[in-house]
């Protein structure tokens, strides 16, 4: 299992080893894919249909990242903001260590889960879903989408409160509070997650609910990309 990167690690990575792309430049895509892996690191060149693809509106597709982050795990995302956050003085170009998180792909404006010459980390390999053994809980990968959602929870006659079309992202609805079909019952989406598990600024991972965190907890519920990166929301389950 990969480990924490703490700012030192990241810093030798630039500094001793040098680390430079074709061009001879030292730049976060380079970085990025020395720690985590070309399975992991992607261009744009060697997939443009399916990065494009992926996103609901054209005005999101078109923009144009240096490199995408295609994150499996949460370590994988604690390694890349390590990275993303510390190293920025060392990259020769100003801009390319600016980032933006991708979960469902489904907000229409250009720029909320893509951005031009940076670093586009992309959530949705993220994507399991499983159910507590009391079946109170439900624990969601953040790049899953809601339809994955549904159609476990329906092979066991559970449900939770979430978005009202299948193929809309559980990460950016949950974030920013999220109507649901069921909300006049049991409130925002955003209501019913009892734990969120985020990936800090300097890639530390915690756990953010009513006893650990509890600000943090509080803030994500409506606070969106600006407080971390969720890697897991914990959702509370009825039948
Ligand atoms: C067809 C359609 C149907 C919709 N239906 C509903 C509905 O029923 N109810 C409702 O409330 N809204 C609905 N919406 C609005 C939708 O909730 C928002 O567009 C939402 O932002 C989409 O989330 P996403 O993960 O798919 O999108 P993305 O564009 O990937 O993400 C949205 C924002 O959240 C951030 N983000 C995503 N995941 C994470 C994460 N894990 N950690 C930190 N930041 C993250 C991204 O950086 C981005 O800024 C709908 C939108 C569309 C296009």
Do not use: K, M
């Given at each position: 299992m990969r480990h924490f990167f703490d700012f030192h690690v990241a810093v030798a990575l630039v500094a001793v080893l040098g680390l430079q792309n074709v061009h001879g430049e030292r730049n976060c895509c380079a970085i990025l894919s020395k720690a985590l892996g070309h399975e992991v690191v992607y261009t744009l060149s060697s997939n443009v249909t399916?990065?494009?693809?992926?996103?609901?509106?054209?005005?999101?597709?078109?923009?144009?990242?240096?490199?995408y982050v295609k994150a499996a795990s949460t370590d994988d995302v604690s390694i890349a903001a390590s990275i993303l956050s510390n190293i920025h003085g060392y990259s020769e170009q100003a801009n390319d260590c600016k980032f933006a998180i991708k979960g469902g792909g489904h907000t229409p404006w250009a720029g909320a889960a893509n951005i031009e010459g940076g670093v586009t980390i992309d959530l949705s390999a993220m994507n399991t879903v499983s159910v507590s053994s009391d079946r109170a809980t439900t624990s969601v990968g953040a790049g899953a989408n809601w339809f994955s959602v549904y159609?476990?929870?329906?092979?066991?006659?559970?449900?939770?409160?979430?978005?009202?079309?299948?193929?809309?992202?559980?990460?950016?609805?949950?974030?920013?509070?999220?109507?649901?079909?069921?909300?006049?019952?049991?409130?925002?989406?955003?209501?019913?997650?009892?734990?969120?598990?985020?990936v800090l600024p300097h890639g530390k991972i915690v756990n953010a609910n009513a006893n650990s965190h509890p600000d943090l907890f509080l803030a994500l519920k409506g606070g969106s990309n600006n407080f971390g990166i969720v890697t897991r929301f914990d959702f509370k389950t009825f039948a």
């Open positions: 399916g990065f494009r693809g992926s996103y609901w509106s054209l005005q999101e597709a078109e923009i144009n990242p240096s490199c159609s476990y929870l329906d092979t066991l006659n559970l449900a939770v409160v979430g978005g009202r079309v299948a193929t809309v992202g559980v990460g950016g609805l949950t974030l920013g509070g999220g109507i649901s079909f069921y909300s006049g019952r049991f409130g925002l989406v955003c209501d019913n997650v009892v734990n969120y598990e985020v």
